[in-house]
Every structure is written in C-alpha cells, then in structure tokens.
C-alpha cells in the first residue's frame, strides 16, 4: 500500500468519509457558533501552506508527485520547507480539520487523525527511507532541523 494512492486523492477521500459519516448520523450533529468563519480559515490556510509547498518544489524543479520519490531531482529545505518537512500534508490536514468543524459531526472528526496514521505510515516514511538513501547525511540533517509535520 505504501505510495500507492495520491495524497490529494487521499485528501478528498477523507473528506467524502467525513460528509458521509455526518449524514449518516445526524443525530450527532451539533451547533458550533462561528463556525462557517473558523472552517473557512483553516481550510484557506491549509489550500495556502499545500499551494506553497507546490511552488516550492516547482521553483526547485522536482516532482511534485511523491509516489515516485525516485523522480526527485534536489532536496527543497528553503521557504515552506524550513517550518515543515511536508507543508503539503499538513495543509490538506488542515483543510481537513475546517471541513470536519464545518460539518460539526464527532464521527467525522475522528477520521483526520486516521488520515495522518496513513499518510505516516504509507506515504511519509516511505519517502523518507528513500530520501535518506538518495541525499544521505543533507536529509538526516535535514530531519533534525525540521519537524515532519510542524
């Protein structure tokens, strides 16, 4: 299963899983004051940090597709990259999170977490094996400068 499935893809599976299990059970759908502002912040504030990892790795000239790591020309640690190894991830985590506030449902919300358990397991470490393998002692130091998530 590891760097099978596109992040994006994943992304918006996770969202369907998410409006399906608050429709399902909408007896546990509740009121949130100010929540169509606070989803709509994270999920704009996600869409950002994703969209700045993307130009990073344009500016860079890498794939931006990370299931195939192999394709990867250079390691982008510069803008983005110094605060998050994966500003990418995080940003859909984010945009997540806003359309789980959004909808309200305690069902819901427990999927974002389980998209962070498979997207760390089948997809992170993954490219971080072959990461370490392809740029060495530059990606370990890398990794201690800056956190995988934030």
Partial sequence: M?????????MLLAALIMWLAAILTPGLTFQLWGRFGFA???????GAIAAL????FRAAQTTVDPRYPQQSACLVSNGIYKLSRNP????FLLMLIGWGIWL????????PPLFVIYL??????????????KFDD?????????????
């Fill in 2 to 10: 590891a760097l099978k499935i596109p992040p994006l893809v994943l």
């Fill in 53 to 56: 990892g993307v130009l990073q």
């Fill in 104 to 111: 309200t449902n305690p069902v819901s919300a427990l999927v």
């Fill in 120 to 133: 760390n397991r089948f997809q992170i470490r993954p490219e971080e094996h072959f990461l370490k393998q």
């Fill in 138 to 150: 530059k990606y370990i130091q890398y990794c201690r400068r800056v956190r995988r998530w934030l």
């Fill in 88 to 91: 990418m991830y995080l940003g």
């Fill in 40 to 46: 709509l912040a994270l999920v704009l504030t996600g």
